[in-house]
Nanobody, 119 residues
Framework: QVQLVESGGGLVQAGGSLGLSCAAS????????MGWYRQAPGKEREFVAA????????TYADSVKGRFTISRDNARNTVYLQMNSLKPEDTAIYYC????????????WGQGTQVTVSS
């Protein structure tokens, strides 16, 4: 089993910054791609960013490109999301994801952390 625990959410004014962390336990995730997703009230969960197992490749949703940075520390089994120039439309619950299905395991999600951006 894999447990993912997000932290770092909170309330910030528009234009501000927040850093999220996702700590994994139960299995080493250093050989798996990881991602962040978010879900705003009344909307479906959407992709935010992903990072390859080595950290050498990253992908971003157009809506956050240039403002968010995903990174990882495999020694700490942790993935990060640095969010700058936040906008009210970034308000959502942010979820960490580890999709281990290619290896025959499950698709794992954290419990989420709330990010609220005030205008």
């Amino acid at each position: 089993q894999v447990q993912l625990v997000e932290s770092g959410g909170g309330l910030v004014q528009a234009g501000g910054s927040l850093g999220l962390s996702c700590a994994a336990s139960g299995r080493t995730l250093s050989t798996y791609d990881m991602g962040w997703y978010r879900q705003a009230p009344g909307k479906e969960r959407e992709f935010v960013a992903a990072i390859s197992w080595s950290g050498g490749s990253t992908t971003y949703a157009d809506s956050v490109k240039g403002r968010f940075t995903i990174s990882r520390d495999n020694a700490r089994n942790t993935v990060y999301l640095q969010m700058n120039s936040l906008k009210p439309e970034d308000t959502a619950i942010y979820y960490c994801n580890a999709d281990l299905r290619p290896s025959g395991f499950s698709n794992y999600w954290g419990q989420g952390t709330q990010v609220t951006v005030s205008s």
